[in-house]
T-cell receptor, first 116, second 113 residues
Framework: DGGITQSPKYLFRKEGQNVTLSCEQNLNHDAMYWYRQDPGQGLRLIYYSQIVNDFQKGDIAEGYSVSREKKESFPLTVTSAQKNPTAFYLC???????????????FGPGTRLTVL | SQQGEEDPQALSIQEGENATMNCSYKTSINNLQWYRQNSGRGLVHLILIRSNEREKHSGRLRVTLDTSKKSSSLLITASRAADTASYFCATDGRGTSGSRLTFGEGTQLTVNP
């Protein structure tokens, strides 16, 4: 059963705490992404990675960190420096080809993070 | 900066009617994609249209692309209550590295039984 999974589905954090969101894929995709979605809005790119041990900042990277030690895994840490972390977080993956002509993205089910 | 912008922001129709959503973008693209999101879920890819294509069909979906106007439309024919969802366009801009997409704000479609 191929796909992309995220855990946990719901996460509650106290102010000042770091939390890590998990994202795993078994699609053998090279590229992985993290997006943030606020209510009624579109997706904003936090970080993306096109290959193991390499990643780039997206549009709203401040207060977040990532790692890509394995092809299958791309965890996101929401640090205490993120001022307003309450949001819906989506992870995605895609085949990464030159020119991006075949870059359909496959999404996980999301993690809803709430800061108490 | 947001590349794609959908119009309208919200659309409410009756079952059996057609639904049309529009997307405008600002810079040259390699391709444009449409995604669907049910409430509280991840996005699901619907269709991809390349910059050298003008129209594409998939089941009840029809997508058009006008690169001269930098716009695309998604038509859902004979809509069903199960089509109720948010629909997003996403562009892969020329010159951007690798496979990064930029998503619009989305159109919330409600199909009433």
């Amino acid at each position: 059963d191929g796909g992309i999974t995220q855990s946990p589905k719901y996460l509650f954090r106290k102010e000042g705490q770091n939390v890590t969101l998990s994202c795993e894929q078994n699609l053998n995709h090279d590229a992985m992404y993290w997006y943030r979605q606020d209510p009624g809005q579109g997706l904003r790119l936090i970080y993306y990675s096109q290959i193991v041990n390499d990643f780039q900042k997206g549009d709203i990277a401040e207060g977040y960190s990532v790692s890509r030690e394995k092809k299958e895994s791309f965890p996101l840490t929401v640090t205490s420096a993120q001022k307003n972390p309450t949001a819906f977080y989506l992870c995605a993956s895609s085949i990464s080809l030159a020119g991006g002509l075949y870059n359909e993205q496959f999404f996980g089910p999301g993690t809803r993070l709430t800061v108490l | 900066s947001q590349q794609g912008e959908e119009d309208p922001q919200a659309l409410s129709i009756q079952e059996g009617e057609n639904a049309t959503m529009n997307c405008s973008y600002k810079t040259s693209i390699n391709n444009l994609q449409w995604y669907r999101q049910n409430s509280g879920r991840g996005l699901v890819h619907l269709i991809l249209i390349r910059s050298n294509e003008r129209e594409k069909h998939s089941g009840r979906l029809r997508v058009t692309l006008d690169t001269s106007k930098k716009s695309s439309s998604l038509l859902i024919t004979a809509s069903r209550a199960a089509d109720t969802a948010s629909y997003f366009c996403a562009t892969d801009g020329r010159g951007t590295s690798g496979s990064r997409l930029t998503f619009g704000e989305g159109t919330q479609l409600t199909v009433n039984p």
